[in-house]
């Protein structure tokens, strides 16, 4: 049961596809305070409540205890006491003795007090007084999320390919480069799908431009690495250099698309490409003009994308840098005392993402002018929307990669997300695992980290540790920064071990692929918390660092270093398959409770399950070469039991035709349990 009610005159943000009929009660399990200039809404927490969602935010799977804003900022610095990381995602529900759901539909900044100031209440504060709040009632924290997820729409589908190994690294400068990288995954023998181009295949950082002295003959690389199995995916940037005589810069000029100061002129923003206008994505003729755009790099043969800065991010603004310079000349150097000094420190290292700069700008939604900032949050997941609408355009009947920075509800109908810039932090790899299931409730299905973290140097164990957490995430992706260590799996010593780890995932990907796609079909999640399997167990209502992976695994990443195993709690009765390879796996029966359970750092420990099973398939270098017509099936039971497994080409769009399941079975046969399938099953071990 869901109820919406408005709130003063909210623009479309396009987050919600069901049609509601707006309630005029009055709200519902929360109190709404008014003060004199803002709307919050109250809920006093019982003390066992639960708190779950925010999707990309920071800390815990149970949110409480901490202050969320949620308003998507460029920081690269994800420590425990941020607020905003790049996405805003308005979804909680509270899970206890009653269970209700709100998602606050506002495009500007919205605080999420979940027991920060006082420890059983919540407390949630838009920043506007014109916005949409919907208020889930349901039987279960999951039960609420599923009607949520109807209510958004179907999450965006990627490719089957995006399920494969990515290489990506800021930047690989050039075809060599790239050729280089390919040609020691596939010399390791390491599985690889795909390679990414930072911001430096560009012209001068030029959207949809190619830098013709380090990737001249841009097509034919593109089938190149084609030939070898191998993607190319393109970064795109949000701000759109100027410069005369470059086609995009003037056909925005000319056609007011990008965003506007006040008086009228085209707004500037300091970003890679040095000065740029931003497109105005909130401006419907805008958005298709942009979105067209990566036909150039389509008709080249590209078939995935990501999109960057697009908070956006601003690396100075002419006012800014004006108003430091200003202040700077009418700095008494003569004798400053500390704190003088700060503030003048501050002016200079402060010229980035100013809220000033924020509320410098507007936007054209449908022909009224709307301060940027009151919309702040909409403006990336308008760029991914502008990329996914030209793909329906361009490519009907072909699915095309597309992932994007930042993001807001709505946008997970678009693309996926990446998390951003995290670092080669142990606790990163930890927000990482945690992280998964918000996303997922909030829509974001194809998502992931970057694999080793992306600044700081990565150590080896690390990037054993977080790739065997990474092989279940739908974009599995070594992403590292400039001037970082190099992190691709063949930099880091022996490398047996990584391509025993990626090997696993291969194997995974007929599994991981027909869960994913149940997910986004069904509204459904991919990643869960134990509580949603086990909602009478209170003690795994607890745990944070353990996930259901679709219906037949739970996994319990290791994530310390120098540990050789970890404690891991079982609800019930579980198979323990610990992989070294693919193909070279142990296995363990353990009983409901807690275990110590070893692994190394070239092991992944798998959970099965009770009367589940899990169909593996040959691994391969790269999913091109995937064979999915034998699978062994490692199963759990001593009941018959079924698995159907979504299977399709992976490109095109036929989603809903039945012929695109199949099933696996576990029958009794002449008083013995036997496997039955459409599919060859080369090899059955059962356990029970
Ligand atoms: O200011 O394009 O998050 O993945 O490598 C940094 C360079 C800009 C930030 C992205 C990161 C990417 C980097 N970008």
């Not at 998507?72 to 905003?84: F, G, I, Q, Y």
């Not at 449908?366 to 329906?392: C, P, Y």
């Amino acid at each position: 049961m869901i109820k919406k009610y408005i709130y003063g005159s909210p623009i479309e943000t396009s987050a919600v596809v069901e049609d509601i009929e707006t309630s005029n009660d009055l709200i519902q399990y929360f109190d709404e305070i008014k003060d004199e200039n803002s709307i919050s809404f109250r809920y006093v927490m019982d003390n066992n409540d639960i708190v779950y969602g925010l999707g990309e935010a920071n800390r815990g799977i149970n949110k409480r205890g901490y202050i969320y804003d949620s308003f998507c900022t460029d920081d690269p610095n994800h420590t425990e006491e941020k607020r905003s990381l790049y996405g805003a995602h308005n979804f909680i529900v509270v899970s206890g003795m009653i269970s209700v759901g709100i998602f606050v539909d506002c495009a500007a900044k919205v605080t999420f007090d979940i027991g920060y100031s006082d420890s059983s209440m919540i407390k949630i504060t838009p920043s506007e007084n014109d916005f949409t709040v919907y208020i889930i009632e349901g039987k279960s924290a999951y039960d609420i999320i599923k009607q949520f997820r109807k209510m958004i729409g179907r999450s965006y589908i990627a490719p089957r390919w995006a399920f494969g190994f990515q290489q990506s690294r800021w930047s690989y400068m050039s075809k060599d480069e790239i050729r280089e990288v390919v040609k020691k995954y596939r010399e390791n023998g390491i599985p690889l799908d795909a390679v990414y181009l930072d911001i430096d295949y560009m012209e001068r950082y030029k959207d949809f431009t190619i830098n013709e002295e380090t990737f001249s003959d841009f097509e034919d690389f593109v089938n190149e690495m084609r030939s070898q199995g191998i993607r190319l995916v393109p970064i795109i940037d949000a701000g759109v250099k100027i410069e005369d005589g470059y086609d995009i810069y003037e056909e925005g000029v000319k056609n007011n698309y990008f965003c506007k100061r006040a008086d009228g002129s085209d707004f500037v923003a300091g970003v890679w490409p040095g000065r740029t206008h931003f497109p105005d994505f909130l401006n419907k003729d805008a958005r298709r003009w942009f979105g067209l755009k990566y036909k150039f790099l389509i008709d080249k043969g590209i078939d995935g994308f990501w999109n960057d800065m697009n908070e956006p991010a601003m690396f100075y603004t002419d006012e800014g840098i004006a108003e430091a310079i200003e202040y700077i000349k009418n700095f008494d150097f003569s004798n400053p005392d500390s704190n003088t000094f700060f503030q003048l420190k501050d002016k200079i290292t402060g010229l980035s993402n100013r809220m000033e700069d924020y509320k410098g700008f507007y936007h054209n939604i449908d022909g009224k002018s709307v301060r940027h900032d009151k919309v702040h949050n909409l403006f990336g997941f308008n760029m991914t929307r502008a990329a996914g609408e030209a793909f329906e355009e361009l490519e009907p009947n072909k699915r095309i990669l597309m992932f994007s920075r930042s993001s807001y509800i709505g946008m997970h109908r678009y693309g996926g997300i990446w998390t951003g810039d995290n670092q080669s932090w142990w606790s990163h790899l930890l927000l990482n695992i945690k992280m998964m299931p918000s996303l997922n409730m909030c829509g974001f299905i194809y998502s992931g980290a970057d694999l080793g973290g992306f600044g700081s140097h990565c150590t080896r164990d690390l990037m054993l540790r977080w790739l065997a957490f990474g092989i279940f995430t739908p974009l599995m992706r070594n992403h590292s920064a400039l001037g970082t260590r190099l992190q691709e799996c063949y930099n880091l010593g022996d490398t047996e071990d990584f391509k025993n780890i990626i090997s696993i995932r291969y194997s995974l990907i007929p599994y991981l692929y027909s869960e994913y796609m149940k997910a986004c079909l069904n509204d459904d999640m991919m990643f869960k918390p134990l509580s949603f399997e086990y909602p009478a167990d209170e003690f795994a209502k607890t745990v944070e660092d353990q996930l259901i992976v679709g219906e037949s695994l739970m996994i319990a990443p290791v994530y310390t270093q120098n540990a050789k195993g970890r404690y891991v709690y079982l609800p019930e009765d579980m198979l323990l398959v610990t992989f070294k390879s693919s193909s070279q796996r142990k296995y363990q029966l353990l009983k409901k409770g807690m275990h110590y359970i070893s692994a190394s750092v070239n092991e992944v420990p798998v959970f099965i399950r009770k009367n589940k099973m899990l169909p593996l398939c040959r691994t391969t270098n790269c999913t091109d070469n995937m064979d999915t017509s034998k699978f062994e099936i490692i199963a759990y039971t001593s009941e018959n039991i079924e698995y159907s497994m979504y299977e399709d080409d992976g490109i095109s769009k036929d989603y809903y035709n039945p012929d695109n399941y199949c099933s696996f079975e576990i029958r009794e046969m002449d008083g013995q349990l036997g496997a039955v399938s459409s599919k060859t099953i080369v090899k059955l071990s059962l356990f029970n």
